[in-house]
Nanobody
Framework: QVHLAESGGGLVQAGGSLRLSCAAS????????MGWYRQAPGKERELVAS???????NYADSVKGRFTISRDNAKNTVSLQMNSLKPEDTAVYYC?????????????WGQGTQVTVSS
């Protein structure tokens, strides 16, 4: 069983910064992709950023240049540094772990952490 524990959400003014962290525990493939998704009220969940176990990153266009994703494979953690936050970044942010196990895609989610950016 895989468990993802997020931390670091909160309330910040526009232009401010927040750092989200996610710790993974349990048994899973070390070859994987970890990422952050977000879901605003009335909208679908969307990818914010992802990083492979090899360090390759991918960002949504809306956060490029403002957000940075990183991971520590030894500590089984992934972080999202969010700078220059905008009110439109307000959402529940979810940590995600994705890997292939014997041809079956395994997809795990954290419980979500609220990020609110005030104008």
């Amino acid at each position: 069983q895989v468990h993802l524990a997020e931390s670091g959400g909160g309330l910040v003014q526009a232009g401010g910064s927040l750092r989200l962290s996610c710790a993974a525990s349990g048994s899973y493939s070390r070859v994987n992709v970890m990422g952050w998704y977000r879901q605003a009220p009335g909208k679908e969940r969307e990818l914010v950023a992802s990083i492979t176990s090899g360090g390759s990153t991918n960002y949504a266009d809306s956060v490029k240049g403002r957000f940075t994703i990183s991971r520590d494979n030894a500590k089984n953690t992934v972080s999202l540094q969010m700078n220059s936050l905008k009110p439109e970044d307000t959402a529940v942010y979810y940590c995600n772990l994705l890997y292939n196990s014997w041809g079956i895609v395994q997809n795990y989610w954290g419980q979500g952490t609220q990020v609110t950016v005030s104008s």
